[in-house]
């Protein structure tokens, strides 16, 4: 197929007036000898396909794009624009020259309309110094999907939380009701009392393990996507390490587990104080779940420039190799067993992802069996581009969760 700039010209879907125009056509004497087989391959794509130029009008639009509702009425009668989600997709490839990929909700018809939101996948990639062609794929039906499950878990986790919270209180009013008396040598307890003791200690346990997992639900709702993120502002790290130790100070002390520090002062990350401070805390406590008594939880913090680095290491009994790429994972944990005795929820690790993830970082794990694990949070160090004038991105995947 040949592909030629003709100044000035427009056919058929070729759009842009006085503008340049990339003529798809092929030539008579073609391999196939057919004259528009490039032009009419791209109208059979089910994907939209725009081409802007250099000034951000459409010199090529396929059906399907018009379809999308990807173009606009310009400013001039009988002229089009493109949509300005198009037009800052393009300008950011033109300035950084790398290829953006985002994922959306567009609305349809008119304001107010109840006609459910377009989904897309947009891919922007340079075709020269000027223009950029834009890929449009319809994901509106993953996208309901994706909102219907995660409604789904916010509602039942909310309907949950108040016979969970009843549960509880009666579990203590047991735990004071059998409240063993002073031990006497002479006498000896009855059998009944002992067996009721038992069964309200492990009743308010089991309440308040599915306690837990309800607000975890409710916090990996939201980070998935059912509540805007807030707006990045800077965040002290020595803030969100000492607020890290105090919040696992009673669970590490039960354990004689010591959780220390070592590190420079007055770094800053970018991104929200509350989530990076949940995230850092759920590492330190997977990490004195998974150790033994008497050991020690080790914080590093290491930054340059452009990211700041949190280790968390222990000495706990280590990740077999076929398990670290699953750990993140919901509900996925290494030791079934050894979980089932601390009370985790297995979605600890998968909050930490989400973070991550969020913050434009990521987590990694390196990990011995037997001899420890190391959990390393990236975080950036500078604040964030200018952020893109988008709807509100639909994350869609798989799985995720704690060991």
């Known amino acids: 197929m040949r592909v030629r700039m003709s100044p000035g010209r427009a056919t ?43 000034d951000d009008h459409p010199v090529l ?26 037009r800052t997709l393009a300008g950011q490839v033109r300035r950084t020259g790398v290829r953006r990929e985002v994922e959306l909700d567009l609305p349809r018809g008119r304001a107010g309309a109840a006609a459910a939101p377009l989904g897309l996948h947009l891919r922007a990639v340079a075709l020269n110094s000027s223009h950029v062609a834009i890929e449009a794929a319809d994901v509106t039906e993953s996208h309901r999907l994706a909102r219907v499950r995660r409604d789904f878990v916010a509602n039942v986790s909310h309907e949950l939380k108040t016979p969970i919270g009843a549960l509880q209180l009666l579990a203590e009013a047991l735990l004071d009701a059998t409240e063993l008396p002073a031990a006497d040598p002479d006498e000896e307890q009855s059998e009944d009392l002992l067996a009721a003791r038992r069964f309200a200690e492990r009743i308010h346990h089991e309440s308040a393990r599915m306690g837990r997992l309800v607000s975890e639900l409710l ?74 008594d008497d ?8 930054h340059g420039d452009d990211w700041v680095e949190i280790d968390v290491a222990d000495q706990g009994i280590g990740i077999a190799p076929h398990d670290v790429d699953r750990i993140f994972e919901r509900f996925y944990r290494a030791d079934q067993a050894r979980s089932r005795s601390t ?16 913050h434009g970082g990521r987590v990694d794990v390196t990990s011995t069996l037997g001899d420890g694990s190391t959990f390393t949070l990236r975080l950036p160090a500078r604040p964030p581009e200018a952020p893109l004038p988008l709807p509100t991105a639909i994350e869609i995947e798989s799985g995720t969760a704690g060991r």
């Open 219 to 292: 916090e990996l709702t939201r980070l998935q996507g059912a509540e805007p993120l807030p707006t990045p502002e800077p965040v002290s790290v020595d803030w969100v390490i000492a607020e890290v130790i105090d919040r696992t100070r009673t669970t590490a002390s039960a354990k004689s587990i010591e959780v220390v520090y070592s590190g420079p002062k007055g770094a800053t990350v970018y991104g929200s104080d509350s989530q990076v401070a949940t995230a850092v805390t759920n590492l330190v406590e997977n990490a004195i779940a998974y150790s033994g």
């Open 12 to 54: 058929g879907d070729r759009l842009h007036k006085g503008g340049s125009a990339i003529d798809t056509e092929e030539p008579e004497s073609g391999k196939h000898g057919m004259k528009g087989l490039g032009r009419k391959s791209l109208d059979s794509l089910r994907v939209g396909v725009v081409v802007l130029d250099a």
């Open 343 to 358: 009370g985790g929820t297995g979605l600890g690790l998968a909050i930490v992802k989400h973070i991550a993830t969020n």
């Open 61 to 86: 639009v396929n059906p399907a794009a018009r379809a999308m509702g990807l173009l606009r009425s310009g400013g001039a009668p009988g002229t089009i624009a493109a949509h300005p989600i198009l």
């Open 295 to 302: 050991t020690k939880v080790e914080l590093t913090l290491r």
